[in-house]
């Protein structure tokens, strides 16, 4: 993985960014028997107005998006969205990097939260190996009998 670079996405990314998107959670809808999670739903024009919004990184192997992971800044606070790996680049460090990317970005926030399914157990290890914490569980609204997890990190100075 030493030749994957991480690097600010620009609006051109997008496309293959949500191709990557669409791809990397084909696992998690297999996982959780259902293929009506919002990431596989998203659509071209949404992904560009969250780009308004929200910062994405790319992590780039021979010119390739192999990595991605969105972030939107509100005073000390961080939210952390779409963090995705390609399938064939996993468990390789490569999301602990876009993480800790996001946190270089963001040096003075005092909290960075993320959501994520109660049953992503691989994802649930990679946050709290990197510091977050599960603070709330709740249903998905939009996702009958989905369970989520609201997970923190606050930096200590």
């Not at 999670?37 to 024009?45: A, G, N, V």
Request: proline share 1%.
């Amino acid at each position: 993985m030493n030749h994957v670079v991480i690097k600010v996405a620009c609006l051109e990314d997008l496309a293959e960014i949500l191709q990557l998107q669409k791809r990397a959670f084909q696992t998690e809808a297999e996982q959780h028997g259902n293929y009506e999670i919002e990431p596989l739903k998203q659509t071209y024009e949404s992904i560009v107005s969250d780009f308004s919004t929200y910062s994405f990184l790319k992590a780039m192997c021979e010119n390739r998006i192999i990595g991605s992971v969105k972030y939107r800044t509100s005073g000390d606070t961080v939210w952390v969205g779409k963090l995705i790996v390609d399938p064939q680049f996993r468990r390789r460090g490569l999301g602990r990097r876009l993480l800790t990317e996001v946190e270089k970005s963001n040096s003075g926030a005092v909290k960075f939260q993320l959501f994520t399914a109660a049953s992503s157990v691989q994802n649930i290890r990679l946050y709290e190996s990197v510091g977050y914490g599960i603070c709330k569980r709740y249903n998905d609204e939009g996702q009958a009998g989905l369970e989520m997890v609201e997970m923190v990190k606050i930096k200590r100075y």
